[in-house]
């Protein structure tokens, strides 16, 4: 497709000029949509995400209702844990939950391959119904979790604060810790070149988690398999490489690659961009909680993050994590509105 008629958001990533700064936002399925709620009335998340009709619903429903320039694949980044063998469940508002945590050395030896197609083929099959579904200039995002932060869930068991069983594992039994990720990344990357295959446009690799960590421990025990899963992907599909408490890591995640890097709302975008170098992309970063305030008040957090960007080629609005539970829906419509108005050169 020639550039002038590829959606925005594809524009952006590239850092070629847009008229209007694309948006979209983590976490734009979810809770805070009725919609939502009533699917998940009906259905488990496992189920809504198992089944490639109902998840292409929930991929679409935001972009009903708001001018986004993305669509986001519903799934999650622990459903590639499933053949690992980990028991794992999405407890009913508890989040993700995982019966068997690998915690040592013994535990890692005996970790079932993952065979990416056969088990979760059919985010394969929901990428496909989206595209069919979505309008042309939007554009249609996949991902997955990168390998610390998926890591982290199949150590700890579940969410955690301190990552203690984490880190015991990454400096007590390195070799472990690398085996653990190595299979990760393997499996990640084809997840993700399956997903552009089907139709995805651009991929987001999730660190969530990341800023847990000191820079010399995110150089020794992470960059080498994120970079990994970064250089195994399609060439020419832009690569959004995103994390949370990251002001410190900036530099190396830039390094572990990625054509656009996400920054969360706790570094002034201006300062994070150069941190990575404005030869790359980047995409935030407005605190999730502004828009809980009414749309006046975040409206000039907004002009602000556009003023930070200086109308450079390459920035994608997007907020700094996902959209929280809480949010009214009219203040999202506001968001994606008003990202446009502000941003028009
Ligand atoms: O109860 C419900 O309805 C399920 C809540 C839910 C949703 C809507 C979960 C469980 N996952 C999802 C969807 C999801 N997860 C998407 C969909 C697309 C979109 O953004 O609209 C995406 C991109 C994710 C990614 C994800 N899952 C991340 C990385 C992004 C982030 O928020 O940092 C993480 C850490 C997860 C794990 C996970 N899955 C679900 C929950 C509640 C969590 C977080 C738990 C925790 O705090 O550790």
Redesign the pocket.
């Known amino acids: 497709m020639p550039d002038a008629d590829s959606p925005l958001l594809l524009r952006a990533a590239r850092r070629q000029p847009t008229p209007v700064t694309p948006v979209w ?7 805070y949509l009725p919609e ?1 709620r009533a699917m ?1 009335e009906r259905h488990s ?1 496992l189920d ?2 198992r089944n490639a009709e109902a998840a292409a619903e929930v ?1 679409l429903q ?1 972009v009903r209702r708001f001018p986004l320039d993305a669509a ?7 459903l590639i844990l499933e053949p690992l063998g980990v028991g794992l469940e ?1 407890a ?2 508890e ?2 939950v995982i019966h068997r945590p690998v915690r040592g050395e013994a535990d890692v030896a005996r970790l079932k391959p993952i065979d990416v197609a056969s088990s979760v083929g059919f985010v394969f099959e929901t990428v496909r119904v989206v595209r069919r579904a979505l309008p042309a200039k939007v554009a249609l995002i996949g ?1 997955a ?1 990168a390998p610390f ?1 998926v890591a982290s ?1 199949v150590v700890e068991g ?3 604060r301190d990552y203690l069983h984490t880190k015991r594992l990454m400096y007590e039994a390195p070799g472990s810790w690398h085996r653990l990720l190595e299979i990760l990344a393997e499996a990640t990357a084809t997840y993700l070149n399956g997903q552009i295959d089907a139709g995805a446009q651009a991929v ?1 690799l ?1 660190d ?2 990341i800023g847990t960590l000191a820079p010399d421990d995110y150089r020794t025990y992470v960059l080498p398999h994120t970079r990994t899963v970064i250089r195994a992907l399609r060439p020419g599909v832009p690569v959004i490489h ?1 994390g ?1 408490g990251t002001a410190t890591l900036l530099p190396l995640m830039r390094e572990a690659g990625g054509d656009v890097i996400g920054l969360d709302w706790r570094v002034p975008l201006d300062a994070g961009w150069s941190a990575v170098g404005h030869d790359v992309g980047v995409q935030g970063n407005l605190d999730p909680a502004a828009l809980l305030a009414r749309p006046a008040v975040f409206r000039e957090r907004v002009k602000a993050i556009l003023a930070r960007a200086g109308g450079r080629p390459g920035h994608i609005f997007n907020l700094g ?3 929280h539970q809480q949010t009214p829906v009219e203040h999202v419509q506001a968001l994606v509105e008003m990202v446009h108005e502000l941003s028009a050169r």
């Not at 986001?72 to 622990?78: G, M, N, P, T, V």
């Open positions: 936002l983590m976490r734009q399925a979810g809770r939502y998940r998340f809504l995400c991929t935001p986001i694949l519903f799934a999650d980044i622990l999405f009913r508002g989040g993700p991902f979790g932060t869930y579940g969410a955690s987001q999730f969530s988690w995103f949370t994590h996902g959209v």
